[in-house]
């Protein structure tokens, strides 16, 4: 088993609903989710007119190799509606792999640790919350060591609502 973090955000429709399902839909192919981070409201970075996003990370255990668990989550996206009309643009659900135990992956289609991670504090914020001591395999940071570092000033403020 390897543990990995994956990243997961939705800025249509119920957001808070929408990364609950995909949760679930994680949990019905076999992951096995062992920690959850709060919702966190985020304002849109790169693409800016479009709704707020809320975003969560998640711990997850599983046997499957990195190819395969991104091809499950592409296929959980698709199942739950989501389309790739405008780059960084809106999204009903959003799945990514953040770290994979202690692996690096360059193949077209899948970088691991995700390759903008450090930038984005969507993305620290919540995994700090979960895995603050979880060392980058390329930087040697802890999560919360890049979280004091990033650059990225964009607003993220914790939901009132847990993940459903």
Avoid at 46 to 64: K, M
């Amino acid at each position: 088993m390897t543990t990995a973090y994956l990243s997961l955000g939705s800025n249509m429709g119920d957001r808070a609903a929408n990364i609950a399902s995909a949760i679930a839909a994680l949990r019905a192919r076999g992951l096995r989710v062992t920690q959850e981070s709060a919702l966190y409201e985020t304002e849109p970075v790169e693409f800016l007119d479009q709704p707020w996003f809320l975003n969560s990370a998640i711990e997850v255990e599983t046997e499957l190799k990195p190819e395969q668990l991104m091809a499950v989550l592409l296929e959980i996206e698709r199942a739950m509606g989501r389309e790739r009309r405008v780059p960084k643009g809106p999204r009903l659900i959003d799945m990514d792999i953040l770290l994979y135990g202690a692996e690096v992956v360059n193949e077209p289609g899948l970088e691991i640790p995700h390759p903008r991670m450090a930038e984005r504090k969507f993305v620290l914020v919540p995994l700090a919350e979960i895995a603050g001591e979880a060392i980058h395999p390329v930087s040697l940071l802890t999560i919360a060591e890049m979280l004091d570092a990033t650059a990225d000033q964009s607003e993220v403020r914790k939901w009132p609502a847990k993940i459903i």
